[in-house]
């Protein structure tokens, strides 16, 4: 089977303001797709081809002849996973489930909220801050550049990617800024619920 990319599950203007539809062509249409182009040149021919992609990623990570094959199919995960993370009219208070494990593993909205913008400022250069569920613990972690949860035995919720072209257009080098209004406005609350099982 070959590797495509996804649909966004939105319209490419749904997030303006906080992130402009020039910002979605630009990531979703160049760099993610760049990803599964390169990744279906790298496993063509190869035992890999045919293979799903969660496979594909944790096959390859940590094999340093596989580097090239991990890294761009960790990155079509992650983007993937990013663009579920978020929702036109998202954001604000938690629902359901991850409400609760918030209250219980980080005393409060609040103290999430701090912790993973925190996380996500602190991210040097390229990568990810996310939310994971690790031996039903709620944690929130970052990894650089293609590195994702699913290669460490956690259980991944919610993710916002802090490479700078995920912002720059709309933030230019502000990632606070852009991480404030992700979590105030875009947060997929409903993909976090649906990611516990």
């Known amino acids: 089977m070959t590797i495509e990319l996804p649909n966004l599950p939105y319209a490419k203007d749904a997030l303006a303001p906080v992130i402009s539809a020039d910002t979605l062509d630009f990531h979703h249409g160049k760099h993610h ?12 021919g190869s035992d890999l081809a045919g293979v799903g992609l969660d496979d594909i990623v944790k096959k390859t990570a940590g094999d340093e002849k596989s ?5 761009n199919a960790a990155q079509v995960w992650n983007h993937t996973f990013y663009w579920n993370s978020m929702k036109p009219g998202g954001g604000g208070q938690p629902t359901g489930k991850v409400s609760e494990l ?58 916002v990617d802090v490479w700078e072209h995920a912002y720059y257009l709309d933030y230019q080098n502000r990632r606070p800024d ?7 406005k875009l947060i997929n609350w409903d993909f976090a619920n649906q990611n516990l099982g």
Do not use: C, M
């Open 102 to 159: 918030i209250n219980r593993d980080f005393g409060s909205y609040e103290n999430f909220v701090n912790e993973l913008k925190n996380v996500g400022v602190k991210q040097f250069g390229s990568g990810w801050a996310w939310v994971v569920l690790e031996n039903d613990k709620l944690k929130i972690t970052s990894t650089g550049n293609a590195d994702s949860p699913i290669v460490h035995n956690q259980t991944p919720l919610l993710t």
């Open 178 to 184: 852009y991480l404030g209004a992700f979590v105030e």
């Open 33 to 44: 797709n760049a990803y599964v182009t390169n990744l279906n040149n790298l496993i063509a």
């Open 67 to 71: 580097k090239g094959i991990f890294n």
